[in-house]
């Protein structure tokens, strides 16, 4: 494998807009595979590391050029995340979804936008998800409070994402709503020591009746308008891909980039592992696994410049090749470490550690394969598979 393969896809003539940032990534890579070990005993991604990625503007891929941002193809950020992950999983790990919520911000009322990016400030966002919160109607908006189990990159952050159900005037649920909510509004209880990823410090958030305005409010009303080429012309193209592109693929790409540094970790070690035909194998499925990636993202965009919705084909499919790009670079990680040997299991080997993370962010339920595999399969077999956000 060519570890020097992350140019863009596009003509070789093309100047690419993002490759000063690539050059800052690609020149960390080296430090971060160094300092892997560590971060992983500390439990922390380096601050110093979130802040010079910051200022090389990998968070502001995805943000809207009105407050400083690149507005970038999804495509050039994933291809950074790649690289990070291949020399710390959970560098990789955390900066995906903090560059992940940029975009999710960027479909937010103007005013919410605002409040965090007023001036081009920089503010990161972590995000729990899960619906583990309720919003009671009150004037001007809800009351929120919930405790959420895992917010990663959480002590980088200045907001959350808390995923809760909208109750009605008789406390009933009527929606599945997304409220950013600032740091001074919740408190951080530390509950994050897993085997693997550790260093993401995705500890749980607890908020307490605090006041979100409704504004600041993301359910399936402005789902269904981002996804509405008419009401979402105003959009920049990017910010039209599929509600759920993002954020699967946010999960996804640092198993691939980790995979890759797992390679390179282990013919450094052991050359002649490089002609194992297990390898070899494993080393394509990598590969193809970008390769199908990188089209379908590319794919997407071009569906999104034209403001045109693309069928459900194109949507469930890049569903399905972002989760058996998961697998698949979760099996060749496994694969590179049969090959490296009994010495690769100790505790701070980078194989092993790159297994063990692995196999912590195949759990998030965006990389469920069994799942999203049966949406498909009924999709490919005329079956109904409901009106979801795959």
Same mark, same amino acid.
């Given at each position: 494998m060519d570890l020097t393969a992350d140019a863009p896809s596009s003509g070789a003539d093309e100047v690419d807009?993002?490759?000063?940032?690539?050059? *800052? +990534?690609?020149?960390? +890579?080296p430090e971060l595979a160094r300092d892997a070990a560590d971060v992983e005993v500390n439990g922390a991604v380096d601050s110093s590391v979130i802040d010079r990625l910051d200022e090389a503007g990998l968070f502001r891929m995805f943000r809207p050029a009105r407050y400083g941002g690149a507005e970038a193809d999804p495509e050039a950020f994933f291809r950074a995340i790649r690289l990070l992950s291949r020399g710390c999983f959970a560098t990789g790990w955390v900066s995906s979804l903090i560059g992940a919520h940029e975009w999710h911000l960027s479909l937010f009322d103007e005013r919410a936008q605002e409040d965090v990016w007023a001036e081009g400030k920089r503010a990161l966002i972590t995000s729990s998800y899960t619906p583990d919160g309720l919003l009671t109607p009150t004037r001007g908006g809800f009351r929120l409070s919930g405790r959420w189990r895992t917010a990663t990159g959480v002590h980088h952050a200045d907001w959350s994402f808390l995923g809760a159900l909208l109750?009605? #005037?008789? /406390?009933?649920? +009527?929606?599945? +709503? /997304? %409220?950013?909510?600032?740091? %001074?509004? &919740? *408190?951080? #209880?530390?509950?994050w020591d897993p085997t693997g990823l550790r260093a993401v410090a995705a500890d749980a958030v607890v908020v307490s009746d605090a $006041? !979100?305005? #409704? &504004?600041? *409010? $993301?359910g399936w009303r402005e789902r269904t308008r981002q996804q509405d080429p008419e009401s979402a012309g105003h959009l920049a193209p990017v910010h039209r891909m599929p509600y759920a592109t993002i954020h699967t693929h946010a999960v996804a790409m640092p198993i691939v980039g980790a995979a890759e540094g797992a &390679? %390179?970790?282990l013919v450094a070690e052991r050359p002649e592992a490089d002609g194992l035909p297990a390898? @070899?194998?494993? !080393? !394509?499925?990598?590969?193809?696994?970008?390769a199908q990636l990188s089209h379908n993202l590319a794919v997407l965009m071009d569906h999104a410049r034209a403001n045109a919705a693309p069928d459900t084909e194109l949507v469930i499919r890049s569903r399905r090749d972002q989760v058996m790009a998961a697998e698949r670079s979760l099996q060749a990680i496994g694969v590179f470490l049969d090959a490296a040997g009994t010495e690769a299991w100790g505790r701070?080997?980078?194989l092993q550690r790159a297994w063990r993370e692995a196999q912590v962010a195949r759990t998030n339920a965006a990389n469920a394969v069994e799942d *999203?595999? @049966?949406?498909?399969g009924r999709w490919a077999y005329g079956l109904d598979i409901g009106d979801r956000w795959w």
């Open positions: 807009p993002h490759a000063d940032l690539l050059a *800052t +990534v690609r020149a960390l +890579v109750l009605d #005037e008789g /406390g009933e649920p +009527v929606d599945y +709503v /997304g %409220a950013l909510v600032p740091a %001074a509004d &919740y *408190t951080v #209880e530390e509950s $006041f !979100v305005p #409704e &504004y600041r *409010t $993301f &390679y %390179a970790a390898v @070899s194998r494993a !080393v !394509v499925g990598i590969e193809a696994s970008w701070r080997h980078p *999203t595999l @049966s949406i498909y």
